[in-house]
């Protein structure tokens, strides 16, 4: 019995690919970027994918919000499609993908904040829009279990990032505050009309609750 070895795929910079009848063209290192997700095992120097006779590389996939998978590999930048319907389809193709860094900020992904309903609590607490919107721009920006615990780190992540929503758990407890100002590390105060403070989860059984700012002519913003 004999058998024939696949062809490896080339270590080629270029790549050509053809997602559903989209063509795009872009580099190995950009498809390699992100350790673990199909694109990089594709195209990892130890592959055995064969690509057609053309030199390009064919997915049986929707094409249209590919290129903001290529434009967020490329830059590590998340720019989204307009419409929830889009959304939702960009983020069956970053899990179809298992680029999981996507995910995370695609999705209101924390892993303290599990319960829906308290999820669904904490977005109703944020400032007035429509609670679709609110979901959408939410994105992670730091997870102390995965980035660590130095503060230096949380500003590099942080810092001048706008309205952010901070959920902390320590030990049952979960709780957290959300200020429309953005995180500085240059000290200081800051004038927040919407900032507030909550609890979530409390061990005690204690409802959740949001925290309301005091009067302005008060010392403290937090009653």
Not at 87 to 106: H, P, S
Not at 187 to 202: D, M, P
């Amino acid at each position: 019995m004999a058998f024939s070895k696949k062809p490896k795929v080339q270590n080629t910079a270029v790549v050509k690919l053809n997602i559903g009848g989209d063509c795009y063209t872009t580099s190995r290192p950009t498809l390699t970027k992100y350790p673990g997700t199909k694109l990089a095992d594709i195209f990892s120097p130890k592959s055995t994918t064969i690509r057609a006779e053309d030199c390009t590389f064919f997915f049986d996939r929707d094409g249209t919000h590919f290129k903001f998978i290529l434009n967020y590999l490329r830059t590590g930048k998340l720019t989204l499609p307009e419409g929830e319907t889009a959304l939702r389809q960009l983020q069956e193709e970053a899990d179809f993908y298992q680029i999981k860094a996507m995910l995370d900020e695609l999705e209101f992904n924390s892993e303290i904040l599990t319960n829906k309903e308290h999820r669904s609590l904490l977005l109703r607490w944020l400032p007035p829009q429509n609670t679709e919107n609110r979901r959408r721009s939410l994105r992670l920006l730091f997870r102390a279990s995965q980035d660590g615990f130095r503060a230096k780190t949380f500003h590099s992540k942080c810092d001048s990032k706008g309205p952010t929503p901070t959920i902390v758990q320590s030990g049952d407890y979960v709780f957290g505050g959300f200020t429309e100002e953005s995180w500085s590390s240059q000290g200081g105060y800051a004038t927040c009309t919407e900032a507030f403070l909550f609890s979530i989860v409390n061990p005690r059984g204690l409802e959740p609750t949001k925290m309301p700012l005091k009067q302005q002519d008060q010392q403290y913003a937090i009653y």
